[in-house]
């Protein structure tokens, strides 16, 4: 009898830990932007920036059809919510703490001064970031989330894609450089070898720099990518 609770405990723990993952990582700004989107229990996802702040959050009744994505909103939470309270930390004093059952943290004011008030941990995946003592382009922006590491193009890369997000675990991007046509220069070029291309400056008004191959929803290793451009 005992196994048998070991048993069911074990099949439950796995089932929150699975329910708390990556679920789409969204690139815009030709590359400069990135959002990491959680998915929790109960089609709860949460929005993160690369700086460790929640944007957005709510449910997502479709979160497991990445193809209508672009077009789709997010809903209220009817579950439980709750926020720190003014007895906490003053970093995190009223932000959101509960989504359910799964709890919030933040970098506290004695932390690295450069992660103060960011989020330390969403459920079981915890984030860290690049702090002061890291290249210039990357300082403050996610290095971390659980067992996926984020790797950032440095300062001393080309001035198109310096900044820009280098890698998302084995996912790699690639960029236009300032020395390619203006019409797509700091475009995304490749994303885990995947090739894009874009109408350059003589091509017609209206064509120049529209994407012309390249899938911008891809899904890899169970995580659905976007790239916005």
Same mark, same amino acid.
């Given at each position: ?14 089932? *929150?830990?699975?329910? +708390? ?16 989107? /959680? ?7 949460? @929005?993160?920036? +690369?700086?460790?702040?929640?944007? !957005? #959050? ?10 209508? @994505? ?7 939470? =009817?579950?439980? *919510? !709750? ?26 004011? /004695?932390?690295?001064?450069?992660? *103060? ?5 969403? =459920? ?14 990357? &300082? ?6 659980? $067992? ?7 300062? /001393? ?41 874009? @109408?350059?400056? +003589?091509? $017609?008004?209206?064509?120049? =720099?529209? +994407?012309?191959?390249?899938? &911008?929803? &891809? ?6 990518? #976007?790239?916005?451009?």
């Amino acid at each position: 009898m005992k196994n048998i609770f070991i048993l069911i405990a074990f099949f439950c723990l796995s089932y *929150v830990a699975s329910a +708390q993952r990556i679920h789409k990582i969204i690139l815009s700004d030709k590359g400069a932007t990135t959002t990491t989107c /959680f998915l929790l229990n109960e089609n709860v996802v949460i @929005y993160l920036s +690369q700086e460790g702040e929640i944007k !957005e #959050w709510g449910v997502d009744l479709y979160s497991d059809r990445p193809a209508d @994505y672009v077009n789709r909103k997010i809903t209220p939470y =009817g579950g439980r *919510v !709750e926020y720190y309270t003014e007895k906490d930390n003053e970093a995190f004093r009223g932000k959101l703490k509960y989504i359910g059952n799964v709890m919030i943290t933040y970098y506290a004011s /004695f932390d690295e001064k450069s992660m *103060v008030g960011k989020i330390k941990s969403i =459920g079981t995946n915890t984030m860290s970031y690049y702090t002061a003592y890291d290249d210039p382009s990357a &300082q403050g922006k996610l290095k971390s989330i659980g $067992r996926m590491n984020f790797a950032y193009y440095s300062s /001393f890369d080309n001035d198109a894609y310096k900044g820009k997000i280098k890698n998302a675990g084995s996912v790699g991007f690639t960029y236009y450089s300032s020395t390619d046509d203006k019409a797509y220069s700091g475009k995304i070029k490749s994303m885990n070898n995947m090739p894009f291309t874009y @109408y350059s400056s +003589q091509d $017609r008004v209206g064509l120049r =720099g529209v +994407q012309k191959s390249g899938n &911008q929803l &891809q899904v890899i290793n169970g995580i659905t990518y #976007w790239i916005k451009n």
